[in-house]
């Protein structure tokens, strides 16, 4: 009997064994970007052909609706084994999210390669979403009209006095005395520029402990001054013209402020537009010791705790995987139009051959990241508002004044928890 | 033998009766009853989808008071309610009097004029969107044939929201405008010959006449009018202007239930909303009732 | 005689105009879409194009899925208008004609959540579709919205001028209690179903709060969602969310003015509001 007994327990465990060795195990995976998804895709094949035992199962979800979802589906039960994340979204996300194991993946050597990995990614101890690439501001210029008036790369402009004249020289008026070619358009983008600006003149986001916004001071004021006067004194844009990425794909721009991820939608929306990009000029023309702009990171995919038990291991070995296919992030950073976290990377051909991806490089080492900007401080409430305030007709102080209380009524709402402005240390000239 | 028919008859009634009644009782409890329960209990807690529900007693009523954004958004919910009502049901009271005095075209030009409200609201947003478009769009261009400088419609916050409104009334005339032609089909033509008689001008007769005559159409216009202007979101969502210029109540309480995941507060917005509508029609009630008396 | 004749011309250009501003932006939305690129976002503006393109048509129903949104649309609607026409007449029929208890009470509980504004139930609704894992899929949309108070309030009107003797005639037939209401009593209600059908149809194809609330996925959009996507997406390009208009737009329009009569009188018996 016993014997009986002893048997039977051994075959069910060979006949468990077998069973599960060979069973299937599906990945689901959602993202907002379309081009993201089919770079992975062709890796996630690649991944089954290797792994006949996974199979993945992916899903596009709108930005708009990708993190309402993402919240219904952690509260109902219906996630995916892996999300695309976005940093905006950590301190909604972060506890339900699974820390990367270190069993399977090397903090130390993070540490040393990836740049600001631990004021972007280490959240006590652990990080939770991969670092992919940086982006920040550049100038993109439209290389027609740039042609047109005679200039070359030799008159790339360093100051911002030096921009200003360009600009003007570049603004086309019609017979009316409408803009036709619009110099320069911060349109629809203005806070963010603004904040750069701020930064320049040695702002900060916020003040002590991101309780409350810094912003209507002498820095603030004088940033905002500066685009006061490119508006409504050079007249190189006006109010109520095409936003940014408007104007700059339907040739109503010659030179506009974006972050680098235009590159990428001008290329798959406008693939006729024949375009180029430059560094952010600074007030004195130097780099040093910065920071010039503000960085923000783009992030890769975490795996969400509340995942099914058996996809989550499968889950982080096929990160690992991906992650340390070189090819992989070169060209996610090339599609996304970021410069790669990996100092490793960044001698990469592809990359120093791109004129977009190392104009960010360049730039990048005088960047700083202040932590997580809420959604509503930098699209609706504060920063958004900036733009507006100032095209109808508020003085700069008046205006930093406004959007700083609407942002900071925000953040009594929403308080910041990653902050790491004040990490920020100056470079050597 | 008619005992028993009589019987089972009246069972086989029975049986329809709850077959039909079960269901529609579950379905109206299940969609309307529970959530509204649900809505209050969700109105007294902070609560978003990740995180238990936390009892905070009043506080999301409190925190209605003082609320800036809540307030200027009731500010545009009631602007809009207000002149979509007034100034949409003056013209299309205007063109009713007009369309139901021509001989031959009335029905084509009732066709006309209620094309827009076939349009969906967001339909309409996108089409005036563009048509308001500072830069390319087609009204400043016929402002320019009169020598009128160019508007920035919805890209300023000073006429953003009359711009979302005029749109909306060119959507909702036509309504309005099929509405008064049903009550003037219904007054006898009897009352203007009599008036004809005593050498009645026509603004005496719409004076005298019609406009009395209407008064359950207007009445009826003005309540659902105000009831459905203080829900307007579609609109005023799509058509949105710079500073939150158009953003109406219900537009908030969708961003802050979410965008923002504070259910709970959002909840309590609703209560409020629910309030505002039962006392604004409550009180309209009253002020038609009083006159009535006056007669 | 002559001051009457100017006051008929004065009229007549009221309310010509008044048709012009009603038609042109429908005209100008077609337009728009079939105008060669080059001619779209043109200063002065192109009113009659000499060369017009079709192309986009096949674009936007095709890759930029608007053919799919097209049909959700249509199915949600018809489904929901099939579902609302049977619901309403037999609960109003069952509320007007037979006796039970509590009659009035039930009927005036149903009577009484019309007064509550979608606002309210918006999002524990939500949240309890979602506890079921209902967000997020057509049911979402078609559920909440299969019966209909004011569909049933609107039947039970209706249903007060049909005599009783009807019913009775029937039930000495022998005829089944549902085959007296199927055969008998709704062919009656024709008039009354028609309006409340435009009333639904309208309602679902035009709505778009709850949509935006419960549907995230684009291949699950209904076509005001759609729009909206493209109005945000395809801003510079405005013969592509002109082509989306018109193909959200049209259909409607043909069907209204193929049956105008009825749609009319739908909205003077129902109160239609889009």
Not at chain 1, 276 to 288: E, I, Q
Not at chain 1, 326 to 340: F, H, K, M, R, S
Not at chain 2, 205 to 213: A, D, M, N
Request: aromatic residues 14%.
């Amino acid at each position: 009997m016993k014997r009986f007994v002893t048997v039977a327990l051994v075959f069910m465990l060979v006949v468990g064994l077998t069973l599960t060795a060979g069973a299937q195990v599906t990945i689901r995976h959602w993202d907002w970007h379309q081009p993201r998804m089919n770079l992975k895709q062709k890796y996630m094949a690649e991944y089954e052909k290797l792994n006949p035992d996974v199979k993945f199962e992916t899903q596009i979800i709108a930005w708009d609706d990708y993190w309402t979802r993402l919240m219904s589906g952690v509260a109902g039960g219906d996630v995916p084994d892996i999300a695309q994340f976005h940093n905006s979204q950590t301190q909604a996300f972060l506890a339900h999210l699974e820390a990367f194991p270190a069993d399977l993946f090397d903090y130390e050597q993070y540490k040393a390669d990836i740049i600001n990995f631990e004021a972007a990614y280490l959240f006590d101890g652990t990080f939770h979403f991969y670092p992919v690439g940086i982006m920040t501001g550049l100038i993109f210029y439209n290389a027609d009209y740039w042609a047109e008036a005679g200039l070359t790369e030799a008159d790339i402009p360093r100051t911002w006095d030096e921009f200003r004249e360009l600009a003007k020289k570049l603004t086309k008026y019609d017979a009316n005395g409408d803009i036709q070619v619009a110099g320069f358009v911060p349109n629809n983008i203005l806070g963010v520029f603004w904040l750069d600006l701020h930064y320049q003149l040695g702002g900060k986001l916020y003040g002590e402990g991101a309780q409350t916004v810094d912003w209507n001071n002498e820095a603030g004021r004088k940033a905002l001054e500066f685009i006061e006067t490119l508006i409504f004194e050079d007249r190189v844009t006006e109010p109520g013209f095409l936003s940014f990425t408007e104007a700059m794909g339907t040739g109503h721009a010659a030179m506009v402020y974006s972050w680098s991820w235009l590159g990428g939608e001008l290329n798959n929306n406008y693939p006729d537009l024949n375009w180029s990009v430059f560094r952010l000029p600074t007030f004195d023309g130097k780099l040093a010791p910065g920071p010039i702009a503000r960085n923000n990171h783009e992030t890769g995919m975490a795996v969400m705790k509340s995942a099914r038990p058996e996809a989550k291991d499968a889950a982080f070995r096929f990160l690992k995987w991906l992650y340390e296919e070189t090819d992989y992030l070169v060209e996610v950073n090339l599609i996304l139009g970021t410069a790669p976290s990996n100092r490793n990377l960044l001698d990469d051909p592809r990359i120093v051959s791109h004129p977009l991806i190392s104009a960010v490089a360049e730039q990048v080492p005088y960047t700083n990241i202040p932590g997580e900007i809420p959604y509503e401080v930098e699209s609706s409430y504060g920063l958004g508002m900036l733009q507006d305030l100032l095209f109808f007709g508020y003085s700069a102080a008046e205006a930093l004044e406004l959007a700083e209380a609407e942002a900071n009524n925000v953040l009594k709402e929403r308080p910041v928890k990653w902050y790491v402005e004040d990490l920020y240390v100056p470079v050597a000239e | 033998m008619s005992q028993v028919g009589k019987k089972k008859r009246l069972d086989a009634k029975q049986r329809f009766v709850l077959a039909v009644l079960i269901p529609t009782v579950l379905f109206f409890v299940f969609f309307n009853f529970v959530p509204i329960i649900y809505a209050f209990y969700i109105s007294f807690h902070e609560m978003d989808f990740l995180n238990p529900p936390t009892f905070v007693g009043l506080e999301n009523y409190k925190r209605l008071i003082g609320d800036t954004h809540l307030y200027s958004s009731l500010r545009v919910t009631a602007i809009f309610a207000v002149t979509t009502v007034f100034i949409g049901g003056f013209l299309a009271f205007c063109f009713a009097l007009l369309i139901n005095s021509v001989k031959r075209g009335a029905a084509v030009l009732r066709t006309v004029y209620f094309l827009p409200v076939m349009t969906s609201l967001v339909a309409v947003g996108v089409i005036w969107g563009w048509l308001y478009q500072p830069r390319f769009g087609l009204l400043n261009e016929v402002l320019k044939l009169f020598g009128l400088p160019r508007q920035m419609w919805l890209s300023s916050p000073k006429t953003a929201l009359a711009s979302a409104i005029a749109a909306s009334t060119w959507q909702g005339m036509g309504y309005t405008i099929v509405i008064f032609l049903a009550g003037l089909h219904g007054i006898s033509r009897t009352y203007y010959e009599a008036a004809e008689v005593d050498g009645a001008s026509s603004l005496q007769k719409v004076w005298y006449i019609t406009i009395p005559l209407l008064r359950p159409t207007f009445v009826y216009l003005l309540i659902t009018g105000f009831i459905t202007g203080f829900q307007v979101f579609d609109q005023l969502y799509v058509m949105s202007g710079p500073l939150n210029s158009t953003r109406g109540f219900v537009e908030l309480l969708y961003t802050r239930a979410f965008s923002y995941y504070q259910m709970g507060r959002a909840s309590a917005m609703a209560f409020l909303l629910f309030a505002i509508i039962v006392t604004l029609t409550l009180i309209q009630f009253r002020l038609v009732t009083r006159q009535q008396v006056e007669y | 005689m002559l001051k009457r004749r100017i006051l008929g011309i004065i009229k007549w250009i009221i309310l010509i105009s008044g048709g012009i501003t009603m038609v042109f932006p429908f005209y100008w939305m077609i337009i728009t879409s079939i105008k060669i690129q080059s001619e779209v976002m043109k200063i002065p503006p192109v009113l009659f194009p000499t060369r017009i393109t079709f192309e986009r048509y096949g674009r936007v129903i095709g890759e930029l899925q608007f053919g799919r949104f097209f049909f959700n649309s249509l199915y949600i609607a018809v489904t929901v208008t099939m579902a609302v026409l049977f619901t309403s007449s037999i609960v109003g029929y069952v509320f007007e004609k037979f006796q039970f208890k509590y009659r009035n009470t039930i009927f005036l509980a149903l009577l009484s959540t019309m007064m509550v504004p979608g606002a309210v139930t918006m999002i524990p609704l939500y949240l309890l579709l979602g506890k079921v894992g209902l967000v997020n899929s057509h049911l979402a949309i078609i559920l909440p919205a299969l019966g209909s108070v004011f569909g049933i309030f609107l039947m039970r009107q209706t249903m007060q001028s049909i005599p009783n003797e009807f019913i009775e005639a029937g039930r000495i037939d022998g005829a089944s209690e549902f085959a007296i209401f199927w055969k008998l009593i709704l062919p009656q209600t024709k008039a009354t179903l028609s309006a409340l059908a435009i009333f639904t149809f309208m309602g679902q194809w035009n709505s778009f709060l709850w949509p935006l609330i419960v549907i995230s996925s684009q291949d699950q959009y209904t076509l005001p969602l759609g729009l909206r996507m493209f109005q945000g997406q395809y801003w510079s390009d405005m013969g592509l969310v002109m082509t989306g208009a018109t193909i959200s737009v049209i259909p409607i329009l043909i069907v209204f003015l193929s049956m105008q009569k009825t749609f009319v009188r739908g909205v003077t018996l129902t109160g239609l509001k889009g």
